[in-house]
């Protein structure tokens, strides 16, 4: 048998009531197309694929291949990609470029460029369904003012609507995690293009503003933005940048966009 590798986050879901709760708020129907990231020894693959029209599922682990395989042999509509999700473009998978639904128990230690992943393929996107490491995910969904509240809370909170689910134990894990985990839904937002003059203005602003997290909002624009441009948009001066809302930093963005006349 081989050994969980730490390096590929393989804590592989063994607990059935938390399988059948994550199959309860997903609720496959027979008429959709499903991808799934991470498919380690297929916890949840054989759950979703006799309830969908299409089940792809994506593993980098070659010694995971063989029962997956065996599985994908079994069943006419599953579809096993020896791939790494990060190298991989939903746009491959059909010409007649269906939405997906992407359900993941995330390999934990690439969950940020995982949501990246999601931002870029976004068009293929029906909706997400990933479980993630508990502060991690907290850190998606966080409000203003919150400690965990972020550059990757204010863009995923741009992208998408999110939806806190639940929260699951260490002990529905095999091997056991050192954390608690979380599951979240996502639902695309309509025309966000992470690519976007909009999005990248978004991007640099967050990062301006974050990477001096203790410093007044004014203190990190200075030769940016006067004290009256801001007062102008709403932003209090003295404030940090973990009490301005999302509305905020967009105001903030298309506002500077304007200036540089982009
Ligand atoms: N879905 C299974 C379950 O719930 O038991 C496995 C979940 S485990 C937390 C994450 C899985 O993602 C592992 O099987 C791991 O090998 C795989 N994985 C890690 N990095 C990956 C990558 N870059 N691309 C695709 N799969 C990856």
């Known amino acids: ?67 997956l395989k065996q599985l994908e042999s079994s069943s006419n509509n599953l579809f096993i990609h020896e791939d790494n999700i990060l190298r991989f473009n939903l746009d491959s998978l059909s010409e007649n470029k269906h939405k997906y639904r992407i359900v993941g128990n995330l390999p934990y230690n690439i969950s940020s460029k995982i949501m990246m ?15 993630f490491q508990k502060e991690f995910g907290e850190r998606l969904i966080s409000n203003p003012g919150n400690k965990s509240y972020g550059r990757l809370s204010i863009l995923t909170q741009y992208m998408f609507e999110s939806f806190y689910l639940f929260k699951i134990l260490p002990e529905s894990f095999t091997p056991k995690p050192s954390v608690e985990s979380i599951f979240i839904k996502f639902v695309p937002r309509q025309k ?65 966009l304007k200036k540089n006349n982009v």
Do not use: C
């Open 1 to 67: 048998m081989n050994r969980p590798k730490k390096r590929l986050s393989q804590n592989f879901l063994t607990d059935s009531l938390v399988i059948n709760k994550i199959l309860n708020v997903v609720n496959p129907k027979e008429d959709e197309r499903f991808f799934e990231i991470g498919a380690g020894k297929g916890a949840l693959t054989k759950m979703f694929v006799g309830r969908v029209k299409v089940m792809e599922s994506i593993e980098i682990d070659k010694d995971l291949l063989p029962k």
């Open 117 to 131: 992943w999601s931002f870029k393929n976004m068009k293929r996107i029906e909706d997400l369904h990933f479980m």
């Open 192 to 256: 966000k293009d992470i690519n976007s003059p909009k999005v990248k203005k978004l991007q640099e602003v967050t990062h301006m503003l974050f990477s001096k997290r203790r410093k007044k909002i004014s203190t990190s624009f200075k030769n940016i933005l006067s004290q009256n441009e801001l007062i102008d948009l709403r932003v209090n001066p003295d404030d940090r940048p973990e009490l301005l809302g999302v509305r905020d930093f967009l105001r903030l963005t298309e506002y500077l």
